[in-house]
């Protein structure tokens, strides 16, 4: 599912899948929708690198199943701007500018300062509780240097912190769906100890604000995370090109 150095297209070797390995769609969800939601989960997570060559061919045997769906996948996916059609067939990952990965920061700070003063009226102890122990795991593996580790009690931080935002199942949907667009480049300055420690201190002020009940220091601390989140991004962006 990914491309050699020399522009070959071949299996995607990390996230190799075979017939036999792979967990066949439920009967409840057409072919079309699950060959959607994988690949688009894929392009997501940074498993493509921007600008990435993917053809139906090798997308379908990586899949295990037939090239319509992968097809119907692909423009779907080129719809919503995450993939883009090549003149000369098929299609390759999108490559987001500067200024549009800023603007999915900019809206995931709007959202999430919104929703913490909702979570800053709703949340009790154990909540409390909780969250600070994602953050403990999180220092622990940091100490260890196991970065994936760090992502993972990271991740868990904010789906517990979303998880106190009630009756509003419209708007949690527009949260995840914006995190998962940053994630796709959030994820590379979370991969290095210092963007993990400075990720894991921003949560720590969070909680604190929390802790304290105060709407307007907890909308504050937020926006401040995910605009030093969106600097660190854009920082290993610029480093990556460089390189």
């Known amino acids: 599912m990914v ?13 190799q899948k075979t017939t036999a390995q792979l ?9 079309r929708e699950w060959a959607y939601n994988n690949l688009k989960s894929d392009v997501l997570a940074g498993r493509f690198e921007p600008g990435e060559r993917l053809t139906e061919e090798h997308l379908a045997s990586g899949l295990g199943v ?20 090549l003149e000369s067939r098929g299609f390759c990952v999108a490559i987001d500018s500067r200024e549009e990965i800023e603007d999915l920061f900019d809206i995931r700070a709007a959202l999430e300062g919104y929703a913490i003063r909702i979570i800053c009226e ?28 760090i992502f993972k009690y990271n ?12 009756n509003k199942s419209r708007f949690k ?15 590379d300055s979370l991969h290095y100890l210092e963007g993990a420690k400075k990720t894991i201190d921003g949560h720590r ?3 604190l604000a929390i802790s304290l009940k105060d709407p ?13 989140a969106k600097e660190e991004a854009l920082h290993t962006i610029s480093e990556k090109i460089r390189t």
Request: net charge positive.
């Open 3 to 15: 491309l050699s150095t020399n522009n070959q297209p071949r299996l995607y070797t990390t996230l």
């Open 122 to 149: 709703h949340i009790s102890a154990p909540d409390i509780e909780r969250l600070n122990g994602f953050i403990d795991k999180a220092e622990d593996a940091l100490r260890r240097k196991a970065l994936d580790e």
């Open 66 to 85: 037939s090239r319509t769906p992968v097809r119907e996948a692909l423009h779907k996916l080129a719809s919503e701007g995450l993939v883009q059609p």
């Open 23 to 31: 967990k066949a769609p439920k009967k409840s969800i057409p072919v």
């Open 173 to 187: 949907s527009l949260i995840a769906d914006t995190r998962k667009y940053v994630l796709r480049y959030r994820k």
């Open 205 to 207: 002020k969070l909680l």
């Open 216 to 228: 307007d220091l907890c909308e504050r601390m937020m926006r401040e995370h995910i605009k030093e």
């Open 155 to 166: 991740t868990q931080f904010h789906d517990a912190l979303h998880g106190v935002v009630p």
